[in-house]
């Protein structure tokens, strides 16, 4: 069956601008998780859907990140106002439920200018 | 909160020989503790984990150990071979987080 899948793989953007981020988890996978990842270092936290809701969002770094799963199912992380600093890959998983094997999309590697 | 901590932060070994990799973790509600792997420009891959009523799994030439009492657990790599290049990151799971080390990159050696 299909993985998780992310679009755009590639975003360029200038400082300043708004970015959407979408992430297609596997069917069935009622969690869902974005990370940010840095060059370099491991994947940070920044939100967990439960379905519909956002169980967890401690990990948004502030409030120009934010996220959707209206349906439970297909995920966008918005970002307004980009900064340089918000270049990094990010990062969606889904799992069957809290505490069981997450799978990882390819990412979408934001870059900033 | 969670805090993991991973050593090495880089291991390089011959090729045939073994690689471990250590983990330590602060929250001793943790309970789920997996091990990714990730090669350059791809994305993390699960290839063990364990669970907290379990001191020790093995899957082939990979192996993990956990220890709750100390709150540490192991990746064990036998045999190694080039394609075991990649960095490798262990987790654990709190509070419907999974709280990530900072990974070790493991280097094959010829």
């Known amino acids: 069956g299909a993985g998780v899948s992310q679009t755009p793989s590639n975003k360029v953007t200038e400082k300043g601008k708004y970015v959407e981020l979408r992430c297609d988890p596997i069917s069935g996978h009622t969690a869902l998780y974005w990370y940010r990842q840095s060059l370099g270092q491991g994947p940070e936290f920044l939100i967990y859907?439960?379905?519909?809701?956002?169980?967890?969002d401690s990990g948004l770094p502030n409030d120009r990140f934010f996220a959707v799963r209206p349906e439970g199912s297909v995920s966008t992380l918005k970002i307004q106002r980009t900064e340089r600093g918000d270049s990094a890959v990010y990062l969606c998983a889904s799992s069957l439920g809290g505490g069981n094997e997450q799978f990882f999309g390819p990412g979408t590697r934001l870059t900033v200018l | 909160g969670e805090n993991v901590e991973q050593h090495p932060s880089t291991l390089s070994v011959q090729e045939g020989d073994s690689a471990v990799i250590k983990c330590t973790y602060s929250d001793s509600a943790s309970n789920y503790f997996p091990w990714y792997k990730q090669e350059l420009g791809k994305r993390p891959q699960l290839i063990i984990d364990i669970r907290s009523n379990v001191g020790e799994k093995k899957d082939q030439r990979i192996a993990v150990t956990l220890n709750k009492t100390a709150k540490h657990f192991s990746l064990h790599i036998t045999e190694t071979q080039p394609e075991d290049s990649a960095v490798y990151f262990c987790a654990a799971y709190s509070n419907y987080q999974l709280i990530w080390g900072a990974g070790t990159k493991l280097i094959i050696k010829p």
């Open positions: 859907f439960q379905g519909t809701g956002a169980a967890d």
